[in-house]
């Protein structure tokens, strides 16, 4: 094939036309003209124009000749330019490397102690502007020396401190215009993605380092060099051996194949973000890092919608979302999941979600979806409660009042036959509400709304143990990434997802004591209550809902689970 092309080339193809073409136009003139092949005149006239096609193909012979050999020598004068500079180039880089981890280390020890209360932390906007520009003068010039990737990579991260300092700058504002929550939320978002930008690009400063030693490994190798790219360690040799034998469909040997995950928590203690560390840990660790995960907490947005929407579009490949988010894009069977009193415990939670109503799921999904989504695994959003400006005994202590509730429609149907009034309030709002009283109940998990203070308010103090939901989470990833993994990548991943699921679930149910704890100590108040009037206005209501989404068989299979140990 390769004779072939070079066959075909524009000036070959040139000689092998004129040569079959040649030969059909003198005989052509000769009949129509009458005219003798033999006589002297024929032939110097069709010769001459012979000669002056094969001069013109000799032209073009040696101008395409003069223009590679210049062209080699061209490249071989960059290949020895960079041969020299290669020392300079990789203490340039080092330093770059070092002076950039050095930066994140000091942002950190400057921001890391205002996370939990930003708008009492009593930093100038001085110290961060004084921190970007002594380290403005430290990396740019020797970035500019070096490259200009890796310059505008220096200048993006510090742009982005400059943008960080803007927001504190704007603080009293933010909150005027806004609440303290909601800046309290937005300072922890726009650190941790101002942590990721930096990470990112000392990440891109190490493949700059290893790329450019690879290249001085190609051009040297026919020196006498050293024949190992010099930049790599002995463990590095052998995770790149690792590497050929791991390659996936339609990858290169050099490539590296990246699993983007996001969730909508920026805390980063949630245990959603404890659990994709595992993950991340894991798929990398088996995999000798040719499967890499970057984890987005919050970064990528704080609304499941938006999150969801990003993964079906391939901007995000895993995701964690509530069931009722993915309900909405036509799979109504996953509204069942956000029935009140579905489940009893997190024994009959587990057993049916890692079990078959957990695989039936994720048929479901996947089909439904047309393998736009595949479901990983299922994580656990703790067990809701109740928490308001008095304690729950019986039914009618909720009737009359207003109780922002995750869900509406049907899922919130028994608080209103109760007497309740329903409200949705996005959850940053819900502190400034219960402070504010403009909602009187409101109901979540204990590590989310002792997190956020809730407690604290006088229109949330009291607790009534009323477990009313096992909050299901979907693991989702994008069909058709997950679809062009290969074999190897599939087994990777799926083994890092089983570890994942159960260090999540591990670190809720040890939040849940620990968050109920710090409640008790901060003066709230907490109460049991039998939950079966509550469970008898909802049985109806779950029978109704079922009908109404054609999930009857569901409902009966999660039922049947409740009683077997």
């Not at 409660?385 to 009737?399: C, N, T």
Request: with cysteine; charged share 25%.
């Amino acid at each position: 094939m390769k004779k072939l092309t070079e066959l075909f080339r524009p000036t070959n193809l040139l000689v092998i036309i004129t040569l079959i073409v040649f030969p059909i136009i003198p005989m052509t003139f000769i009949k129509a003209l009458n005219l003798k092949f033999a006589e002297p005149d024929t032939l110097a006239y069709f010769g001459s124009i012979l000669g002056g096609i094969l001069t013109l193909v000799g032209v073009s012979l040696t101008i395409r000749h003069s223009d590679n050999s210049y062209r080699k020598a061209f490249d071989k004068s960059l290949e020895n330019e960079f041969i020299q500079s290669f020392p300079q180039k990789i203490e340039a880089i080092n330093n770059v490397k070092i002076e950039s981890a050095n930066f994140f280390s000091e942002f950190k020890s400057i921001i890391g102690p205002m996370l939990e209360q930003p708008e009492v932390g009593g930093i100038k906007h001085e110290t961060l502007k004084e921190l970007k520009n002594t380290y403005s003068n430290k990396l740019l010039p020797v970035a500019a020396k070096l490259d200009g990737h890796v310059y505008v990579e220096v200048i993006h991260y510090l742009e982005e401190i400059n943008h960080f300092n803007n927001f504190i700058l704007d603080k009293d504002r933010y909150i005027q215009r806004n609440s303290l929550d909601m800046y309290k939320e937005e300072f922890k978002v726009k650190y941790a993605h101002a942590c990721l930008k930096i990470s990112r690009s000392i990440e891109f400063f190490n493949d700059y380092q290893e790329s450019i030693g690879d290249y001085f490994t190609n051009i040297t190798k026919d020196k006498n060099f050293w024949k190992p790219n010099p930049m790599l360690s002995q463990q590095q040799r052998e995770r790149r051996l690792y590497e050929k034998l791991f390659q996936g469909v339609g990858q290169s040997k050099r490539e590296k194949l990246k699993i983007t995950v996001a969730h909508n928590q920026t805390s980063l203690e949630n245990p959603y973000q404890l659990g994709m560390l595992k993950l991340k840990e894991e798929v990398e660790k088996a995999s000798k890092d040719m499967l890499q995960v970057e984890i987005h907490p919050g970064t990528l947005g704080t609304g499941e919608v938006e999150l969801l929407t990003k993964l079906k579009n391939g901007a995000i490949d895993v995701v964690v979302v509530a069931p009722n988010v993915v309900s909405r894009t036509g799979i109504n069977e996953l509204d069942l999941l956000t029935l009140p009193y579905l489940f009893d415990s997190y024994e009959h939670w587990e057993r049916a979600v890692d079990g078959k109503v957990g695989r039936y799921i994720s048929s479901l999904i996947k089909r439904k979806s047309k393998n736009s989504f595949h479901v990983l695994g299922y994580l656990s959003a703790g067990v809701r409660h109740y928490y308001g400006k008095k304690p729950i005994v019986g039914l009618e202590d909720l009737k009359g009042m207003t109780v922002r509730t995750q869900t509406s429609g049907v899922a919130a149907e028994y608080l209103t036959k109760i007497g309740a009034i329903t409200t949705s309030m996005a959850w940053g709002e819900i502190y400034q509400g219960l402070q504010q009283k403009t909602i009187d109940f409101a109901e979540n998990a204990y590590p989310y709304f002792v997190e956020q203070n809730h407690h604290k308010t006088d229109n949330g103090k009291y607790i009534t143990e009323t477990g009313h939901d096992f909050t299901t989470r979907l693991l989702l990833m994008n069909g058709k990434k997950y679809t062009a993994l290969s074999r190897q990548q599939k087994k990777v991943l799926m083994e890092a997802v089983k570890a994942a699921v159960e260090e999540e679930r591990q670190a809720l149910f040890e939040q849940e004591a620990l968050y109920k704890e710090i409640a008790l100590q901060d003066g709230a108040e907490i109460y049991q209550i039998d939950p079966l009037p509550f469970k008898q206005i909802v049985e109806p209501i779950q029978q109704m809902l079922a009908k109404d989404i054609e999930s009857e068989n569901l409902l009966e299979m999660i039922k049947e689970l409740k009683h077997i140990s």
